[in-house]
């Protein structure tokens, strides 16, 4: 077998089981993977060692807990060790209900990451839809196969990872190629370059590669051709700013309930949770799921519904023209509409300190876990933060660092993060927890992070000591992105905009209305602020997604009862499934 070829590893006491599980897997993926079944769990170690040695990648390790096998969830736990970059599954018989409080407490442990029904049937498309989820997120964590686009660039500079991040996020296959590496430098003679600039983007996706040098933002989604502005003269009736969850959920329903919408989003679907690396507790599935595929299914739903998409552009401004909304986009057009819904976000708050700043993207990053784990091998790391987001990071990043170090500035994380990722860092060995612990400095080597200093929480913090670390991975706080919208939608003192009764109607600034507020509009009627940048929000992707749901009943009743800003017009039916889902 070829040695590039990843594998899939089966260990059990349980014959039946292991002959199953190996028919199952060697018939339907063989072709694409070495499937190894062990007669037990001492040589599944044995295996999973020697594929160390010899530096084969695993995608995938299979684990038995049930009557015949009592030992499937120790071996799991032990894998780890071998290949932390590979997908763990605890497989279970159906009917074996007495198992399940064992097997799902080690799942919350971080023993393994999904529980598995082995297959009683042939052609059993449970059993291989868990299996084809979990090779999918594998992939797109290694990062490997094809390369839709190839980008060439320093290791370090900050534009050429802010591109792989944002390619990554987007679900465009990116394959990077350092300067001065063989694939790099066969690829620039093949073009022509002699001294290009950098970093360089080549789209192998077109019928002849387009190459881009050190290309902006706006001349990459032209060069891709995806989405492209729309008619001057088409009016929408809803722009939706920011395609996070809670964007995309209103993208979803306005679109199916006929309602025209255009999503603007300047960075890449998902908000914050698209660079989430795995979400145990979304409803309606168990074995989690990446933030990235859960972004990349609700835009392609969204899409296929009818919705208008404007990627890598920026909403600059938005001013009511006549009867309409008037959105600025940063390619120089302008977007009219009759509502708006607010779904920008939050930025991760930075750290603010000089050496630290001069070191992004050469070993510091502001969130990006899942597009620069896998250069994070071998080394030491530390992520700042307090929150799930802090906490999935982490032990994402365990999978690839020889050591993970979570620096907490309060004294516990029971009141900000949830409890199944407090148990599963606590159960991951190379996962350190300080608490009451903030940075105060780094150290770097040849330009690159090599160290932070870190010191005890508090008014009188002095430096005590020096972790080593090759990256630090920063995913704190909370910082509103509206500094695009006019000063007359209010806040809150911390920047996050106020809706329904939170809104300040004494405020002699505020646009006011003779009707009562919705409860998501803002002080501005016909605009709406959903999720994360709404004051008062639950942060958590599900309730993002509830907001975008809620927010759409309201835009009806908006278009159905004031349909634009300055004036009325003929009310809008509601469709007849407004309020069946």
């Not at 290694?142 to 944002?166: N, P």
């Not at 073009?191 to 990459?220: K, Q, Y």
């Not at 930025?347 to 510091?364: A, C, K, M, N, S």
């Not at 005890?456 to 020096?466: F, K, L, V, W």
């Amino acid at each position: 077998m070829d040695d590039s070829v990843p594998v899939m590893l089966i260990a059990t006491t349980d014959p039946t089981s292991r002959r199953v599980l190996g028919d199952e897997l060697r018939r339907r993926y063989g072709a694409d993977y070495e499937v190894l079944a062990c007669a037990g769990h001492a040589h599944g170690r044995a295996v999973l060692e020697g594929l160390r040695r010899w530096n084969r990648q695993v995608a995938l390790i299979l684990g038995c807990y049930g009557p015949a096998d009592r030992g499937g969830l120790d071996f799991l736990r032990r894998a780890y060790g071998f290949h932390p970059a590979a997908k763990r599954g605890v497989v279970v018989t159906w009917g074996d209900f007495a198992s399940a409080p064992t097997v799902f407490r080690a799942i919350g442990q971080g023993y393994a990451e999904l529980v598995i029904i082995r297959p009683e049937r042939s052609r059993d498309e449970e059993f291989h839809g868990a299996i084809t989820d979990a090779l999918d997120d594998w992939h797109l964590a290694q990062g490997v196969g094809f390369e839709a686009v190839r980008l060439i660039g320093e290791v370090g500079d900050e534009r050429t990872h802010m591109l792989r991040d944002s390619l990554s996020r987007n679900h465009i296959p990116v394959g990077f190629h350092p300067v001065g590496s063989e694939t790099a430098q066969r690829t620039l003679e093949s073009l022509g370059l002699r001294d290009p600039l950098m970093p360089v983007m080549v789209l192998e996706f077109t019928a002849s590669p387009i190459v881009l040098e050190n290309p902006s933002d706006l001349e990459i989604a032209e060069a891709m051709g995806v989405t492209r502005p729309p008619p001057a003269d088409k009016i929408f009736d809803v722009v939706v700013v920011g395609a996070g969850p809670s964007g995309l959920a209103t993208a979803v329903y306005a679109s199916s309930e006929g309602l025209s919408t255009m999503v603007v989003e300047g960075e890449a679907v998902g908000g914050q949770a698209g660079t989430s690396s795995l979400i145990r507790n979304y409803p309606g599935f168990s074995r989690g799921v990446s933030g990235a595929h859960l972004a990349y299914r609700s835009f392609h739903q969204a899409w296929t519904l009818g919705t208008d998409f404007l990627f890598m552009r920026k909403v600059e401004g938005v001013r009511v023209d006549g009867a309409l909304y008037a959105v600025s986009i940063s390619d120089g057009s302008v977007v009219r509409c009759r509502t708006v819904v607010v779904a920008t976000g939050v930025d991760y708050r930075r750290l603010g300190i000089p050496q630290l700043e001069g070191l992004v993207g050469r070993g510091v990053f502001y969130g990006a876990t899942v597009s620069e784990a896998p250069s994070m091998a071998g080394k030491h790391v530390c992520v700042v933060g307090g929150g799930n987001s802090a906490g999935q990071a982490a032990l994402h990043l365990a999978k690839y660092a020889k050591q993970v170090t979570l620096l907490v500035r309060g004294p516990t994380l029971s009141v900000s993060m949830s409890e199944y990722l407090i148990s599963q860092l606590e159960a991951t060995r190379n996962v350190a927890i300080r608490y009451s612990t903030v940075i105060v400095g780094a150290r770097d080597q040849d330009g690159f992070l090599a160290a932070v200093k870190v010191a005890a929480s508090g008014p009188d913090a002095t430096p005590s000591d020096e972790i080593e670390a090759g990256g630090l991975f920063v995913l704190i706080g909370s910082a509103p992105r509206t500094s695009w919208l006019p000063d007359t939608v209010e806040r809150d003192p911390a920047g996050f905009l106020r809706t329904g009764a939170s809104r300040d109607v004494s405020d002699a600034g505020s646009s006011k209305s003779e009707r009562a507020p919705l409860t998501l509009e803002t002080s501005m009627p016909g605009i709406f602020a959903i999720g994360d940048v709404r004051a008062g929000s639950i942060k958590r992707v599900a309730t993002a997604v509830g907001d975008g749901a809620t927010v759409v009943s309201m835009l009806h009743t908006y278009l159905a009862e004031s349909p634009t800003p300055g004036e009325a017009a003929a009310p809008k039916e509601l469709p007849g499934d407004v309020r069946s889902n």
